[in-house]
């Protein structure tokens, strides 16, 4: 189960606070009764490196909360509540992929001309680049577009934005408008979100993988 968060507003949050207050959620959203056991079971650890404020490389570990649902035929489910800002098979988070995407996919530029890495966290800018184009090559597919089009109109009851000024590539243009149909739903709803937090949205409402 994804929790929709940010890392930034991540980093300065009470962790046990945080994934304790999600309990109503988690029953909610797996239809768990009042009278079946659920409890907190500990963390996993997922390693990620990230492009901070002051544009440095970063490393941190994130914990991922894990809970064991008891149901009424005795059968224990395990389930994990990952912050939205991480993408299960990607090390790095949304914000930092969002980041690299604007400034170097979409240019063809180096990503390290974005940030600093003083600690040499990469040796070189291959794997944020392929994860980013990963990600990327996602949002471009059209069922990825198609579903969120759908999801956009659903909630907003209204068409999505369809954009120009993508730039030119393969599938780069149907990639951001993707991106621009999440953003369009994230604000019509009334999300705040920071400048690179709307594929911390995309991967709430649809993991990224």
């Known amino acids: 189960m994804n929790i929709l968060t940010h890392l930034k507003e991540f980093l300065n949050t009470d962790i046990n606070v945080f994934?304790?207050?999600?309990?109503?959620?988690?029953?909610?959203?797996y239809g768990i009764g009042k009278n079946e056991k659920l409890w907190f079971n500990g963390f996993d650890k997922k390693e990620i490196k990230y492009i901070n404020d002051d544009?440095?490389?970063?490393?941190?570990?994130?914990?991922?909360?894990?809970?064991?649902?008891?149901?009424?035929c005795g059968t224990r489910v395990?389930?994990?509540l990952w912050p939205s800002f991480v993408i299960k098979y990607c090390p790095f988070p949304t914000c930092t992929i969002e980041y690299i995407l604007?400034?170097?996919?979409?240019?063809?530029?180096?990503?390290?001309?974005?940030?600093d890495d003083?600690?040499?966290?990469?040796?070189?800018s291959?794997?944020?680049?392929?994860?980013?184009?990963?990600?990327?090559?996602?949002l471009g597919t059209s069922k990825f577009m198609i579903t969120w089009s759908r999801l956009h109109q659903k909630i907003l009851s209204r068409l999505p934005p369809v954009t120009g000024g993508a730039p030119a590539g393969k599938g780069l243009a149907s990639a951001k408008t993707t991106w621009l149909i999440i953003k369009s739903l994230a604000e019509g709803i009334g999300l705040k979100?920071?400048?690179?937090?709307?594929?911390?949205?995309a991967n709430f409402q649809i993991p990224l993988k």
């Open 126 to 138: 291959l794997p944020i680049e392929r994860h980013a184009r990963r990600i990327f090559n996602i």
């Open 193 to 201: 979100s920071p400048k690179y937090g709307y594929l911390s949205f």
């Open 78 to 80: 395990h389930i994990y």
């Open 102 to 115: 604007e400034t170097s996919i979409e240019s063809g530029t180096d990503p390290f001309d974005y940030f």
């Open 19 to 29: 994934y304790k207050s999600k309990l109503k959620d988690v029953r909610k959203y």
């Open 118 to 124: 003083p600690c040499c966290l990469l040796e070189s």
């Open 55 to 72: 544009l440095v490389l970063t490393p941190y570990t994130v914990p991922i909360q894990r809970m064991v649902w008891v149901k009424k």
